[in-house]
């Protein structure tokens, strides 16, 4: 369940909330992004 839970939050969850706030970044951080943001979180 746990696995299930981690996976899908890495796979989903990241990428879907990670793209709703990249049409953002503009207001949260005052400045247009530089790079493309990535949701890869497994990647260290």
Request: proline share 7%.
């Amino acid at each position: 369940m746990i696995s299930f839970l981690k996976k899908s939050y890495s796979k989903i969850w990241v990428p879907v909330f990670g793209r709703f706030l990249s049409n953002f970044i503009f207001i949260i951080e005052g400045k247009p992004a530089k790079k493309k943001p990535t949701y890869d979180i497994d990647k260290i």
